[in-house]
């Protein structure tokens, strides 16, 4: 099957499995492997392996999947750990507090929301937006109490903020995942850099509807005068005596710092034992196993390195679905590239180059919007687009990294009631089912056009 009939055939192979996760609640992971078989058989790879008239051997789609699933662990698997471990040492020493303060004190206490967007945006750089909303909710609400601002106006504050690192930023494990499976693993730095770019505008339009909207909707937490709040204060008493503010700031800091002289090291030509020593560090696998060990320091000084095996096995527990789940997408994206889909699309690429740099975001924000996951988002549209890259003119790894901010700018749009973000947003923010529409998915969906507006900016000048 070839053609267009086959890209029919694709497109509702894709709405199939949308269905299946979506609709019918059929795990991810066995929904992309399922519907990658089928359309993989539909589309002519043979059961077996077969030599053909030229002596070629042509790949049976067991060896098809098998390579698709392994190629991603092995590019990713440990990078992905790493990340997620490094984001629950500084979540459980108080590092991430600590990191939250320094960006309170210097955006001061007269301007609570916006401090706690920044808070949420520093902080979700190592830790899950889920997990980030439910570490800071103590200060939002003990904010609020002090400010008297509203409830509402900080709860999307501060999930604008999470969300914005979490799908664009490393070490967050969907834009670590997306890079590799796109080819610039090596590139995270200019990954990030875009990722910095795309968030201006998207904090920018969820923080004016978040004032907006905390005139319009009143939650439970408003109305309630509630005596329970913890201060702050009170609640760093809960961790006893925090890190200081570099060693909260280095496992995160030196990282970058190791692949941005990685890059340089690269783009300077230099030469010799200098280069390979930058290089070797800079690789994210190694930049990110350095912070961790710098991370671990952390429990040293606390006295709490007896709990290091306790965490790598919460954290392990945390990212072994995302792992599975983004080699079932490096299997679908290796099936498409074994298909006469590829070929079809370079024989029309310019059809395709005209939805240009917005075919990504569409894509993503489909599955974001009918899945509710933005990680297995990023991930499926990141195995879908690699084999695609040369044929929509994206042969750059500049242009590759900007796909990636472009997924992730998909994947905000929208968070609704299958995203479990929206359940932890508006059930800690004190707000109904209804009232989370109104402000989590608005907010989210602002988000993701602001943000593909600034991709599309950017790719004008690449």
């Known amino acids: 099957m070839t053609g267009i009939s086959f890209s029919i055939v694709f497109i509702i192979a894709i709405v199939i499995m949308i269905l299946l996760i979506s609709k019918f609640k059929v795990h991810p992971f066995l929904s992309i492997l399922f519907v990658s078989v089928a359309l993989g058989l539909i589309g002519g790879i043979p059961l077996n392996n077969v030599t053909n ?40 020493t108080g590092a991430a507090i600590k990191l939250s303060d320094m960006v309170i004190k210097l955006v001061g206490k007269k ?14 750089i190592p830790v899950f937006c889920d997990s980030g909303f439910v570490i800071l909710n103590p200060i939002r609400k003990a904010l609020v109490k002090r400010t008297n ?55 920018i ?11 319009k909707v009143e ?16 609640l760093v008493k809960e961790y006893g005596q925090l890190p200081s503010g570099f060693m909260s700031l280095f496992p995160i800091l030196f990282p970058i710092i190791l692949m941005a002289f990685s890059n340089i090291s690269k783009i300077a030509g230099w030469k010799g034992t200098l280069r390979e020593i930058c290089v070797f560090f800079g690789t994210p696998i190694v930049a990110l196993a350095v912070g961790v060990i710098l991370s671990i320091i952390i429990l040293f000084s ?9 965490y790598t096995n919460d954290t392990l527990k945390v990212v072994g679905p995302i792992l599975f789940i983004t080699a079932a997408g490096g299997v679908l994206g290796k099936v498409i590239s074994n298909t006469s889909l590829v070929s079809y699309i370079a024989e029309n690429a310019q059809v395709f180059q005209s939805i240009g740099i917005f075919f990504p ?25 690699a084999p695609l890259l040369p044929f929509l003119g994206f042969s750059t790894p500049q242009h590759a990294a900007l796909v990636v901010i472009a997924i992730g700018a998909g994947a905000m749009t929208v968070s609704h009631a299958n995203d479990s973000y929206f359940w932890v947003v508006t059930n800690f923010g004190g707000m109904e089912a209804d009232q989370g529409y109104k402000t989590q998915t608005i907010a989210t969906l602002i988000e993701g056009i602001c943000s593909m507006v600034a991709v599309f900016i950017i790719s004008l000048f690449i």
């Not at 693993?185 to 968030?199: E, H, N, P």
């Not at 939650?219 to 009170?234: F, L």
């Not at 894509?363 to 990141?382: D, E, M």
């Open 302 to 310: 606390r006295k709490e390195i007896s709990k290091l095996y306790e």
């Open 361 to 385: 975001f569409i894509l993503s924000a489909i599955f974001k919007t009918a899945q509710g996951s933005s990680t297995v988002a990023i991930t499926t549209t990141a195995g879908i687009m």
């Open 149 to 203: 601002i509203s409830g509402v106006t900080m709860s999307v504050a501060l999930s604008v903020g999470l969300y914005c690192s979490h799908v664009f930023i490393p070490p967050t494990p969907g834009p670590i995942a997306a890079a590799a499976t796109l080819g610039v693993g090596d590139y995270l730095l200019t990954v990030m850099f875009y990722g910095f770019l795309a968030s201006i505008p998207a904090l």
């Open 53 to 92: 008239e030229k002596g070629e051997v042509i790949k049976g789609i067991a060896s098809v999947v098998g390579e698709g699933f392994s190629s991603t662990f092995t590019s990713i698997g440990i990078v992905i750990i790493f990340g997620a471990l490094l984001g629950t040492i500084l979540e459980k």
């Open 111 to 124: 301007r609570p929301d916006i401090a706690i967007m920044l808070m949420g945006w520093v902080v979700s």
């Open 205 to 215: 339009g969820g923080y004016l509807y978040a004032k907006y909207i905390g005139k």
């Open 219 to 234: 939650s439970n937490e408003d109305i309630a005068n509630e005596k329970d709040i913890k201060t702050y204060e009170e």
